[in-house]
């Protein structure tokens, strides 16, 4: 059974850090591709990093580039969003997904999703 869970949200100053999580279960981290999603209220579902089978990252939000890094960890099955220089318009649910070819931007070509970690920024 494929199985994505975060951790790692919270409650963050703005300029902190955030280490978020995704570990999956029932396929290996590095056979699929896999990405970070978030959702603010009232807002529509953004891609905002991914990386692919053969470890290559890809950044889609612009406003996150060079605060954000995705990472993973195949002996743990887990994959990170290392989150620094926090803002509060990052505040959001945060998710993490898996689809078998290569990274996409758009939510809808994810089969699999976790149920979400919720990342507040503020003081």
């Known amino acids: 059974q494929v199985q994505l869970v975060e951790s790692g949200g919270g409650l963050v100053q703005p300029g902190g850090s955030l280490k978020l999580s995704c570990a999956v279960s029932g396929f290996a981290a590095n056979s699929h591709a896999i990405g970070w999603f978030r959702q603010a209220p009232g807002k529509e579902r953004e891609g905002v990093s991914c990386?692919?089978?053969?470890?290559?990252?890809?950044d889609y939000l612009d406003i996150v580039k060079g605060r954000f890094t995705i990472s993973r960890d195949i002996a743990k099955s887990t994959v990170y969003l290392q989150m620094d220089s926090l803002k509060p318009e990052d505040t959001a649910v945060y998710y993490c997904?898996?689809?078998?070819?290569?990274?996409?931007?758009?939510?809808?070509?994810?089969?699999?999703w976790g149920q979400g970690t919720q990342v507040t920024v503020s003081s």
């Open positions: 997904a898996a689809k078998l070819i290569r990274c996409a931007e758009q939510a809808s070509t994810f089969r699999s």
């Open positions: 990386i692919n089978k053969d470890g290559v990252p890809t």
